[in-house]
Structure formats: structure tokens, C-alpha cells
């Protein structure tokens, strides 16, 4: 992923390889529901996702709302996980604890 798009008209895009390679084999359909939640369970949601006509997948309504409520920050390093579960596909996000970038 290369942008987090956070306002109510963006969406959140995969990449064409991921989308196909990884996450498509996992979806019934077209379209259907994702649920997110973050690592430590405090916050989670239920969004739209798609196909999209570009072999995009897409997450079409509701990334706005978790990204506010789960306070995450432009900068902030992420891991995002998704796991199939006998319920469908869920996304799990996990927000890294470091307060300052890591210097090596």
C-alpha cells in the first residue's frame, strides 16, 4: 500500500498483484463486507469491499470512519493483516507502539 486515504469521499486501494494474488481467492463474490478491527480489539468496524474494474481491490465505504475512530496519524507505521477466517475475510490492523522514528 503507498497512500492511507483518510476523508469520506476516499477509498483504500490495494495493489494489483496483492488484490489478485492474495486477496481475491478469498471473496465469494464481487463485492462484499470486510470487517476491520484493530490488533488489540478495541476498535472495529464493518466496511464495503470490492473488485474493482482495475484488479484493484477496494475498500469503498467505511475506511474513513475506522481510520478516525482508531486515531491513527499520518506517519504512524502500520501492519495490516488479513486473515480468512470461517466467516469470510477480516482485516486486522496493528498500530506500531514506537512513539519516534527508529534510527539505525
Given at each position: 500500500?503507498?497512500?492511507?486515504?483518510?476523508?469520506?469521499?476516499?477509498?483504500?486501494?490495494f495493489?494489483?498483484?496483492?488484490?489478485?494474488?492474495s486477496?481475491?481467492?478469498h471473496?465469494?463474490?464481487?463485492?462484499?463486507?470486510?470487517?476491520?478491527?484493530?490488533?488489540?480489539?478495541?476498535?472495529?468496524?464493518?466496511?464495503?469491499?470490492?473488485?474493482?474494474?482495475?484488479?484493484?481491490?477496494?475498500i469503498?465505504?467505511?475506511?474513513?470512519?475506522?481510520?478516525?475512530?482508531?486515531?491513527?496519524?499520518?506517519?504512524?507505521?502500520?501492519?495490516?493483516?488479513?486473515?480468512?477466517?470461517?466467516?469470510?475475510?477480516?482485516?486486522?490492523?496493528?498500530?506500531?507502539?514506537?512513539?519516534?522514528?527508529?534510527?539505525?
Amino acid at each position: 500500500m503507498t497512500e492511507t486515504f483518510a476523508t469520506d469521499i476516499k477509498r483504500m486501494y490495494f495493489t494489483v498483484p496483492f488484490s489478485m494474488g492474495s486477496l481475491f481467492p478469498h471473496m465469494d463474490g464481487d463485492q462484499g463486507e470486510l470487517p476491520i478491527t484493530i490488533g488489540d480489539g478495541t476498535t472495529a468496524i464493518t466496511s464495503s469491499f470490492i473488485k474493482g474494474v482495475d484488479k484493484r481491490a477496494t475498500i469503498t465505504r467505511g475506511w474513513s470512519d475506522f481510520f478516525h475512530r482508531a486515531h491513527m496519524n499520518k506517519g504512524q507505521a502500520y501492519a495490516f493483516a488479513f486473515k480468512c477466517t470461517s466467516k469470510g475475510l477480516c482485516l486486522i490492523v496493528y498500530i506500531s507502539k514506537l512513539q519516534e522514528p527508529l534510527v539505525i
